[in-house]
């Protein structure tokens, strides 16, 4: 079984800066795409950032220039750099990777618990 564990949400004000992590665990073969979700109350999950394992990046245009992903293929971990925050970036942040376990041939997408983000003075 995989799993993901996402740490490093919490409460800031606007303008300062968080780092969210997420490390995959459990019997994996590879890891396609690692990314980040969010989803603020009332609206729909969005994608944040996903990196592949080439390392091919896609960013939202909203979080363009402030937010920053990065992964470790050989630790299977991504990260994700949060700067200038505001208070539409205030939500439940998901860590997501496309998974093939070791005894697999097919990848399955998998899903971290979510760590809250709020943004507020």
């Known amino acids: 079984q995989v799993q993901l564990v996402e740490s490093g949400g919490g409460l800031v004000q606007p303008g300062e800066s968080l780092r969210l992590s997420c490390a995959a665990s459990?019997?994996?073969?590879?890891?396609?795409?690692m990314g980040w979700f969010r989803q603020a109350p009332g609206k729909q999950r969005e994608l944040v950032a996903q990196?592949?394992?080439?390392?091919?990046?896609l960013h939202a245009e909203s979080v363009k220039g402030r937010f920053t992903i990065s992964r470790d293929n050989a630790k299977n971990t991504v990260n994700l750099q949060m700067n200038s925050l505001k208070a539409e970036d205030t939500a439940v942040y998901y860590c997501?990777?496309?998974?093939?376990?070791?005894?697999?041939?097919?990848?399955?997408?998998?899903w971290g618990q979510g760590t809250p983000v709020t943004v507020a003075s």
């Open positions: 997501n990777a496309d998974v093939r376990g070791s005894s697999s041939s097919n990848y399955v997408q998998v």
């Open positions: 459990g019997r994996i073969a590879s890891i396609a795409v």
């Open positions: 990196i592949s394992s080439g390392g091919e990046i």
